[in-house]
């Protein structure tokens, strides 16, 4: 009998979004129920698995799953926290779901150097990828481990600092809070227990050849919209991935036209963010070619 890859994947959330698209783009759909949490793909020998992304790293680690699908930040807190009897490794880096974990401070709090850090309390989800930082840097503070909502704790004095996810930037900006170190850059990336056999890495090799192309048509896209002249700054920090936006003058001389090339997949919440900001007709459009 020919093997068969098992693959843990985020069931709900931001890496379940790209991965399905992904999926799709190489010629793999899957099409799961809400409480389907199995999938075996027909046109090439991967199972899949749904769970939460913080059990991908375990389940890959103990040999339950062969690859897994996650953050890297999620990736690195679980290797740090199961040390010894940690069995898995980095296969590809997908170059998708990028964002970094920073260290965030109130606003009105002085920053001069990482010294300054001495004595504070920081609010995480990654207590040991912090801890690991704060020991490099001989800085003494404590961690208190938050769940979520993680940027609520200095107003609520739960802790001086956070570390936390950072994309845009613009969840800081409404806690008042600023970014004053990145601890971690992250993406997605694949991961493999690290002993599955010459077959397994064969298909898992395959399976990345459709990957890579599919990222990266599919990560592409061509974004307009109309953003009042006062919020240009903000609006283009949130675009995902963009670099150096087109800008068009309109009729309407408090408006302009942004048109930018997008290479992280736009979603809902950050169309939700340009709208609130003020952006209106926003259309994010597919591109068929592009020579960079
Ligand atoms: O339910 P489950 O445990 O499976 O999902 P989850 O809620 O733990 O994870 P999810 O779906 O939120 O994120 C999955 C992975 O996506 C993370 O581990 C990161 O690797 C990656 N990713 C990319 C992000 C973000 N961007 C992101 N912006 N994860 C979280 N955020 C959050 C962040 O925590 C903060 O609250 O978004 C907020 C900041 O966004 P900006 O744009 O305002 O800066
Ligand atoms: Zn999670």
């Given at each position: 009998m020919t093997e068969r890859i098992r693959i843990a994947l985020q069931k709900k959330g931001r890496l379940q979004q790209s991965c399905e698209?992904?999926?799709?783009?190489?010629?793999?759909?899957?099409?799961?129920?809400?409480?389907?949490?199995?999938?075996?793909?027909?046109?090439?020998?991967?199972?899949?698995?749904?769970?939460?992304d913080d059990d991908i790293p375990s389940l890959v680690s103990q040999g339950t799953c062969d690859f897994g699908i996650v953050g890297l930040n999620t990736f690195e807190e679980e290797k740090y926290e199961n040390k010894d009897n940690f069995n898995a490794s980095i296969f590809a880096h997908l170059g998708i779901s990028k964002c970094r974990l920073s260290v965030a401070i109130p606003e009105a709090m002085n920053f001069g150097s990482l010294s300054d850090l001495n004595g504070l309390t920081i609010a995480t989800t990654y207590p040991n990828i912090v801890k690991n930082f704060l020991k490099q840097n001989n800085i003494k503070a404590s961690t208190v481990l938050m769940n979520g909502s993680v940027e609520i704790s200095p107003s609520l004095k739960l802790a001086d600092i956070i570390a936390d996810i950072v994309s845009s930037g613009a969840t800081l900006k409404q806690n008042n809070l600023k970014e004053i170190i990145t601890i971690l850059e992250s993406e997605a990336v694949l991961i493999n227990n690290n002993n599955i056999n010459g077959e397994k890495r064969d298909i898992a090799n395959r399976?990345?050849?459709?990957?890579?192309?599919?990222?990266?048509?599919?990560?592409?896209?061509?974004?307009?919209?109309?953003?009042?002249?006062?919020?240009?700054?903000?609006?283009?920090?949130?675009l995902p991935g963009s670099e150096s936006p087109s800008m068009l003058p309109l009729a309407n001389k408090d408006m302009i036209s942004i048109h930018a090339i997008c290479t992280e997949t736009m979603f809902w919440d950050v169309m939700e963010k340009l709208k609130r900001l003020g952006a209106s007709s926003i259309a994010v459009l597919p591109i068929e070619k592009m020579l960079d």
């Open positions: 698209q992904i999926f799709k783009n190489c010629g793999l759909s899957y099409n799961v129920g809400e409480r389907q949490l199995y999938y075996s793909i027909s046109e090439m020998p991967i199972d899949l698995l749904f769970v939460r399976l990345m050849v459709r990957m890579n192309s599919a990222i990266s048509v599919t990560s592409k896209k061509y974004v307009v919209l109309n953003a009042p002249k006062d919020k240009v700054d903000e609006i283009v920090k949130i």
